[in-house]
């Protein structure tokens, strides 16, 4: 069975490229980088940072697609003893304002088409230093050449000039012989701060502890074991680099197992398929909407995706009929888990070795953690076999949010000696140890795998002139979980605001996936005798409409 090779992320990746120099650590773009180049990128990378001032727990944002400079920043900053912060490029300068100073970064490491972006938050930020890069940095230059010719490459521009640096100058001019001293971490620090959507409606950064992190990874690559012995997988990586899910998929071959992992610098479905075939990919985690949207292609029966062996699904309730029909087209089960950003990922993971998952079914707890289902309202155990709420902890285990008191207290709670997290999921175990997803707090939303807060949906409506009130819930979809319905209430006084004005307003505040689908206009909104928004009202009104139509 695979085992841990050391007690940090850095570590890991050392002895693992030690280990396998000559093997391809990554595919991108149809280039090659083994091990040993990988590592070289990441001590000079690490070097040149040192250099311009990065050090141990400084935190960096890494405002990049997947591609493998965001692979290098994580493990050089791994390296010395900074934090990584992942940051989604698909957002703007009102979210990246937010996050910037949320987590007290002073360095960024962005896209060449973001940096207006970064440029534009650098004055009500700390930010103090930018690196930025493109897609194609890292290819060689008759492949750019011919990139950009075709207009093929998204290209931003930036100034030259003090504080700001291109990724290849770094890596060029940093030397693996002028490092600062390695000093091992403790597995409880944070390796990585990851954000996530919050019930306040304001991101919540997860400081995920570098022991978490780790033994998550190694039962990420032990649920596949049985069907894709160690050193023969090929991660085809399907989720973004700022989910849960991307980061385990990504890091887990390199830190673990010294296998490929390919990269797409976004999913797009036919350069996915195409990579599967190509490079024979034996592995990959998606979010349910992503293997429905491969069995609804127009071109699937053009690719060959035969190689696959496991395939693991997470981020959202995999629909009964997705599996059914992912398993008669392509003869092989989808294996579902269940987790969470606060519990790195994976509280229960489908091992192949246990066989087909029953219907339903999200895995069996993984061996690090321990889990308790309890009463939601008095935190009593329910019986065995019940459903109740999933309370979580293990042995580095999450112990709050990053600055914020208020919602740690909230989502963590000291029971037996442990910090538990609250999951706020429904969940119930059967007799043989099959963990089912039974409801979800009605607070987050789920589109596309994504953890979406409606509190900060209404938060940004409630920002506009003409809004006076606004509640946000899910409404369920059966192609992307659900989809964004806001209900809003209008000053008295005005007039003439449409469903259009408000969605534009959205669009210029929030990430492209949290903008709503639909919204209504009513006069009023239900409220508790405190005055608190009935959120679960409306979602169970909207719930009776879709039934009866």
């Not at 090659?32 to 001032?53: C, D, K, P, Q, Y």
């Amino acid at each position: 069975m695979i085992e841990l090779k050391a007690a940090s992320l850095y570590e890991c990746f050392n002895r693992t490229a030690t280990s396998f120099p000559q093997k391809t650590a990554l595919v991108y773009l149809g280039e090659r980088f083994s091990f040993e180049t990988l590592r070289e990128m990441v001590l000079r990378l690490a070097s040149s940072l040192a250099h311009i001032g990065v050090g141990p727990k400084d935190r960096v944002l890494i405002y990049l697609h997947n591609i493998p400079q965001s692979v290098i920043s994580l493990l050089a900053l791994q390296r010395l003893g900074a934090l990584p912060v992942p940051v989604a490029p698909v957002y703007g300068s009102y979210d990246l304002k937010y996050l910037a100073n949320d987590s007290g970064a002073e360095t960024v490491v962005c896209m060449d088409t973001n940096f207006n972006y970064v440029s534009e938050i650098m004055p009500e930020t700390s930010i103090k230093r930018v690196v930025v890069t493109n897609m194609v940095d890292l290819i060689p230059l008759w492949k750019r050449l011919i990139a950009r010719g075709f207009d093929r490459v998204p290209k931003g521009k930036f100034p030259s000039g003090k504080d700001i640096y291109g990724f290849n100058e770094l890596i060029k001019g940093g030397s693996t012989s002028k490092m600062p001293p390695w000093k091992e971490p403790d597995p409880l620090e944070p390796c990585l701060l990851l954000y996530t959507g919050g019930t306040t409606g304001f991101p919540k950064g997860v400081p995920l502890p570098g022991g978490l992190f780790l033994y998550n990874s190694l039962e990420w690559r032990r649920a596949s074991e049985a069907l894709v012995p160690v050193g023969q997988a090929v991660t085809a990586l399907a989720a973004p680099l700022y989910h849960i899910i991307g980061q385990m998929d990504a890091m887990t071959p390199l830190i673990v197992s010294g296998e490929t992992l390919l990269m797409l610098p976004r999913v797009v479905l036919d350069a996915l398929m195409d990579h599967i075939g190509r490079y024979k990919a034996t592995n990959m985690f998606a979010v349910p909407t992503l293997y429905r949207m491969i069995l609804e292609h127009d071109r699937v029966e053009f690719y060959d995706m035969s190689s696959l062996k496991y395939c693991g699904v997470g981020g959202d309730v995999l629909p009964t009929e997705v599996a059914r029909r992912w398993f008669e087209k392509f003869g092989i089960p989808l294996y579902q888990g269940y987790g969470t950003t606060e519990f790195c990922g994976a509280i229960s993971l489908s091992y192949a070795r246990d066989g087909i998952p029953p219907e339903g079914a999200a895995g069996k707890v993984v061996p690090e953690a321990k889990v308790k289902l309890v009463d939601p309202d008095t935190l009593e155990p329910v019986a065995q076999g019940e459903p109740g709420e999933l309370l979580g902890t293990s042995r580095y285990a999450v112990r709050g949010y990053w600055r914020k008191p208020e919602e740690t207290k909230e989502c963590f709670l000291e029971m037996d000696g442990e910090i538990w997290y609250r999951t706020k999921d429904i969940v119930r175990i059967d007799k043989d140890g099959w963990l089912y997803f039974m409801d979800r707090s009605v607070d987050m939303i789920k589109h596309k795998g994504y953890r979406i807060a409606a509190a900060e949906i209404e938060r940004v409506l409630q920002e506009h002139r003409a809004v006076v009130a606004a509640c946000v819930v899910g409404v369920p979809d059966e192609k992307v979980g659900e989809r964004i319905k806001a209900f809003v209430v209008l000053k008295e006084d005005i007039r003439g605001i449409s469903s259009y004005e408000l969605t534009k307003w959205c669009r210029e505040r929030l990430a492209p996936y949290k903008v709503p689908h639909y919204i209504e206009f009513r006069d009023m909104l239900p409220k508790s005798k405190v005055g608190k928004m009935l959120r679960r009202e409306v979602r169970a009104e909207e719930q009776r409409k879709l039934a009866e139509s």
